[in-house]
């Protein structure tokens, strides 16, 4: 495991001596099913409201620092007033944000790990103590009861629906008792909400729940990880937080103006989201036959997938076919698996006619070429 230096080690925070510097480590490959972003090219409506948008903003100003346009946009849209929006660059600044203000020494969070692996890290940038109320380890779903229980004494419960890497989501009963338990605040995470089945969204519970917060993002189903742009809806006093602890320019201009064309364009991406649900259901049925693969069931644009020597076969895969997927097999609960992000249907077939041939066939033992 990587390092600081001893100089370094001694100079930074104690509670940081032990953080691995960045890996830049990427390997450019001709398909890339990593990172859960939306592989369809940006629909050529939005493209052009995109392009137009970018050209039509002045550098030479500060940004405004609530993005107020895009505010105004994201709550029509949500059903919420402005003053219960706030945008941040991507949903990880408003993750770590949340971690920095209702964090901190002697307080806790609550996760259901297996999940997204940040909350951990900005919890511990944080000081704050994780309280992890496991998964199942077959099924990967969480036990409502041991949850709620741990909301009880919590801080800071995050959940994630739909959950990344397990693909479930969580029961909207359920997200309510947690909301009524926890005396802290309740982060749901919907990073993947737009793939899930309708009616599955925490959202309505805001009406009755002044301890919600729900997080989004343009990262995924918007196909616009590259514009970092993510956004909370909460009561008006969270947001209030939210927006005086933040960098108050970490949204630029030319991001501020490319989501609000994103987001005025949002039935364009409705095809698009509809075609990476059909492709998930028919990748989830045709890995799930390949023998000795397992798949759980998924509502995000990804596949967790189990099978023997993972970690080799996601190696070769990236190797011999210059595909990557993400090794999870060193993760606590992940033993042997891999997540697979769900992209177009010609790299969909890529992948499945790789893993036929190293996996169904036994050509695990062989060397690699
Ligand atoms: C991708 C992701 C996010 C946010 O990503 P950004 O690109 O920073 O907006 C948040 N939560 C989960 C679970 C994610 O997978």
Same mark, same amino acid.
């Given at each position: 495991m990587a390092q600081l230096s001893e100089r370094m080690r001694a100079l930074v925070q104690p509670h940081l001596a032990d953080i691995e510097p960045y890996d830049p480590n990427f390997t450019p490959t001709r398909?890339?099913?990593?990172?859960?972003?939306?592989?369809?090219?940006?629909p050529a409506p939005v493209h052009d409201a995109v392009v137009s948008a970018l050209a039509a903003t002045p550098l030479n100003r500060y940004p405004d620092p609530m993005s107020d346009e895009l505010r105004g946009e994201l709550a029509a849209w949500h059903g919420v007033?402005?003053?219960q929006v706030c945008v941040g660059n991507g949903g990880d600044e408003l993750l770590y944000n949340f971690l920095l203000a209702f964090g901190g020494a002697g307080r806790t969070l609550v996760t259901c790990p297996p999940d997204f692996s940040e909350y951990a890290f900005f919890a511990s940038l944080a000081q704050t103590d994780v309280v992890r109320v496991w998964r +199942? %380890?077959? *099924?990967?779903?969480?036990d409502a009861a041991s949850l709620v229980e741990a909301a009880q004494q919590a801080h800071m419960v995050i959940l994630t629906?739909?959950?990344?890497?397990?693909?479930d989501v969580l029961e909207r009963d359920l997200i309510a008792r947690v909301c009524a338990a926890c005396p802290g605040l309740v982060m749901v995470?919907?990073?993947?909400?737009?793939?899930? +089945? %309708?009616? *599955?969204?925490?959202?309505?519970l805001l009406a009755c729940h002044d301890n919600l917060v729900v997080l989004h993002t343009l990262s995924k189903a918007f196909g616009s990880?590259?514009?970092?742009c993510g956004y909370v809806l909460a009561a008006p006093d969270i947001i209030e937080v939210f927006a005086a602890i933040?960098?108050?320019?970490?949204?630029n201009v030319l991001t501020q103006a490319a989501a609000v064309a994103a987001v005025r364009s949002r039935a364009v991406f409705e095809p698009v989201v509809e075609t990476i649900r059909a492709e998930r259901e028919r990748m989830a049925a045709a890995l799930g036959s390949i023998p000795g693969v397992r798949v759980w069931p998924s509502q995000g644009n990804f596949l967790l997938v189990r099978m023997a020597e993972a970690s080799r076969v996601r190696a070769r895969l990236r190797d011999e076919y210059s595909i990557l997927v993400r090794d999870f097999s060193y993760a606590p609960g992940l033993a042997d698996c891999l997540r697979i992000t769900v992209g177009t249907p010609e790299e969909n077939n890529a992948v499945l006619h790789a893993l036929e041939q190293l996996v169904a066939y036994g050509s695990l033992g062989k060397e690699t070429r």
């Open positions: 398909i890339n099913l990593s990172a859960n972003e939306n592989t369809y090219p940006l007033a402005p003053e +199942d %380890a077959d *099924t990967m779903r969480v629906s739909p959950n990344n890497p397990t693909g995470d919907e990073a993947y909400g737009e793939f899930a +089945d %309708a009616g *599955t969204t925490a959202e309505p990880a590259g514009i970092r933040r960098q108050i320019y970490s949204v």
